[in-house]
């Protein structure tokens, strides 16, 4: 898989995309993250990406140009299946959308920044457009970082054991259950029997009700979705 992220701050989400579980899905050639200014497609001699909004609102807002020649220059060497606007007002990304991108092969993610972008972009050159939650942020820059890094665990191979996103929380639509190590028991603090029993039966058991009673308690809204789902 390959992701094209374009930004005015490259430098904001650099360190993100390499550490970690991404920077090893970089390593064993599984995945390639490449960032682009958006400063080396104007062709403005000060390298300006913005400019006033016309209708005289407060704030600036980036120009068409250089996004547009951003985007053609990497359509030209490949083919997209998703070119991607970080937006407030886009579709919420969650854990099903997550699944969704993992399994394409080419994605542009183009960060927002300063009052927006040049509405055209959004009409003309976007296919899909993401918010990672309910609030505005100075960038578009975190919100690419976390798309990145919830898609790119989700690839085979990328994990050390691939069972171990398929028991996330909301991948099952629920919340993951709690989790112990060693030692079983600290300052009087003890693990859970079931967990020590080696009955396997039990524990999956266990592990289903703490999911469903955790999400029913810190989510409701989750069960509510489910629910629906089920019952049509």
Known sequence: MRIDILTVLPEMID??????????????GIVEICLHSLRDYTSNKWRRVDDYPFGGEAGMVIQIEPVDRAISALKAERDYDEIIYTSPDGELFDQPA?????????????????????YRIREHLITKEISIGDYVLTGGEP???VIADATVRLIPGVLGDEQSALSDSFQDGLLAPPVYTRPAEYNGWIVPEVLLSGHER?????????????????????????????NG
Request: charged share 25%; hydrophobic share 45%; aromatic share 2%.
């Open 98 to 118: 997550a699944n969704r991108l993992s399994m394409l092969d080419n994605i542009i993610i183009l960060c927002g920044h300063y009052k927006g972008v040049d």
């Open 143 to 145: 919100a690419a970082a």
């Open 202 to 230: 039990k524990i999956h058991e266990w592990k289903l009700q703490q999911a469903q009673e955790r999400t029913g308690r810190l989510r409701p809204k989750l069960i509510m979705v489910n629910d629906l789902m089920v």
């Open 15 to 28: 360190g993100m995309l390499h550490c970690s579980i991404l920077q090893r899905a970089q390593d064993k």
